[in-house]
């Protein structure tokens, strides 16, 4: 849910202001970049998608967290 809010505020700015380092695109490439480590993951066991999102997806988490 907070990815489509982000898109939607990355949608709603002028085209010119989209390629600028905006709060709603930056929180965009976060939700993104923990989007395609889902993917990745989508054909694992559960055991093994839990250790690899803790490996790959829990640094991203705590970047964006920390840049919230």
Not at 26 to 33: A, D, K, T
Request: net charge positive.
């Amino acid at each position: 849910h907070a990815r489509r809010k982000f898109h939607e505020a990355h949608t709603a700015l002028p085209a010119e202001e989209r390629k600028k380092p905006t709060a709603a695109r930056i929180g965009l490439e976060y939700c993104n970049r923990l989007f395609k480590i889902e993917r990745a993951l989508k054909d694992m066991d559960p055991e093994q998608r839990h250790a690899q999102r803790q490996k790959l997806s829990r640094p991203v988490l705590d970047e964006f967290v920390a840049w919230l």
